[in-house]
């Protein structure tokens, strides 16, 4: 539990300067766990936006700091997680409960001498990526994580989860095991925790109040009109 609370304390200070926390399951976090079923390198939760924002502006991620567990003492070699983000959710959809692409990295970790079973915290840069994606005003968005070394898919990685709010979505306030292995998520696939009554993958993003670009383009047409007018008058 030592190791856990220091890596916390360490992802406490990782967040990106000026962005605003849109998303936080990780400073009111009171339990920590992870899953002990396998396949448990495939993982995935619902999100929303919680913090107020102008209708007609989105929200720009910045980057997601986030909780990993390594389940054995070992070097990993040639260590990736892929993270996706979906801007369609449909808990409810038996095949594939995310659609809509918005990113898709897949972020290089290098081969780190893991002294497992332990947890460790890192901030996902997007901006630093150039991949960073816009989110409506409230929007759900999912979130899935896959972990793999050597190109194969490992169960000694897996997700850090917690029981806190906020947890939007639904399927009992859960978090979703890609349990058949075969690369989405079907709405039988929602888990809980017994003792866990909000389970979070555990994140938070950061991200930047934006206008929309149909809002900066009307803003740039009235700019292109009041300077044909100054220009007539002149
Ligand atoms: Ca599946
Ligand atoms: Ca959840």
Not at 162 to 180: H, K, L, Q, V, Y
Request: hydrophobic share 45%; charged share 10%; aromatic share 8%.
């Amino acid at each position: 539990m030592k190791r856990i609370v220091l890596a916390l304390a360490t992802l406490a200070v990782a967040h990106a300067a000026f962005a605003t926390v849109i998303f936080d399951s990780i400073t009111p976090a009171t339990a920590l766990r992870n899953t002990g079923s396998t396949p448990r390198n495939h993982m995935a939760d619902v999100v929303s936006t919680t913090a107020p924002i102008n209708a007609a502006w989105s929200w720009v991620v910045n980057s997601i700091d986030t909780g990993f567990v390594a389940i054995a003492n070992r070097t990993y070699n040639n260590l990736t997680l892929r993270v996706r983000v979906w801007g369609n959710v449909d808990v409810n959809n038996p095949t594939n409960i995310f659609s809509n692409s918005l990113s898709d990295v897949t972020w290089n970790l290098g081969s780190p001498a893991l002294a497992g079973p332990a947890a460790f915290g890192a901030t996902l840069n997007y901006s630093a990526n150039n991949v960073a994606f816009n989110i409506g005003n409230g929007q759900n968005i999912g979130i899935d994580y896959l972990f793999m070394e050597n190109g194969q898919a490992t169960n000694d990685l897996t997700m850090l989860l917690c029981d806190s709010t906020p947890n939007p979505g639904s399927s009992s306030n859960g978090f979703w095991r890609d349990a058949n292995g075969n690369g989405v998520f079907d709405t039988t696939e929602a888990r809980v925790f017994t003792g866990i009554p909000n389970a979070n993958i555990y994140a938070r993003i950061n991200a930047q109040a934006v206008p929309e670009p149909t809002t900066m383009a009307l803003a740039g047409a009235g700019l292109v009109a009041l300077l044909r007018k100054r220009a007539k008058k002149a």
